[in-house]
């Protein structure tokens, strides 16, 4: 995730997939030969047309969604630091939300208490995540070495 000097992150309008539709941190697959490391900095410049001068990562989830069988990913989180101007890739929209006022995505939510950037109850980020069909569980920060 990257925020700004006022504290909003970064988010992307997502495309496809069971996320459609949703503000959604910067991400996607792993290419072929990718490091986690370069497929977070090949994202975010695919995007949101920025680059990441800094990135460490943070956390690794597994991800499924209940609503589509058998779709499941392994979802490595990163705090960053971007530069250039924000545009975003053809038929998508990319801006900065403040994460105090933001209506966000469970999935973003969850991200976000976990690094202490939004304060909300645990119980109340797994009930959002079950009310959508989302089962996130944090796989530790030894998986992102």
Known sequence: MTQDDAGCVLLVLMRGGP??????LPGGGIEAGETPDDAVRREVREETGMELVRVHPTRRYDVRSEAQPGFRFQMHGYRGVVRG?????EGSAARWFDPATAELHPVVLRELADEDLVRIDGAEILR???AIGVVMTELGPEANE
């Open 19 to 24: 996320f459609k539709g949703a503000w959604l």
């Open 85 to 89: 101007t924000l545009r975003a890739e």
């Open 128 to 130: 959002r995540l079950r």
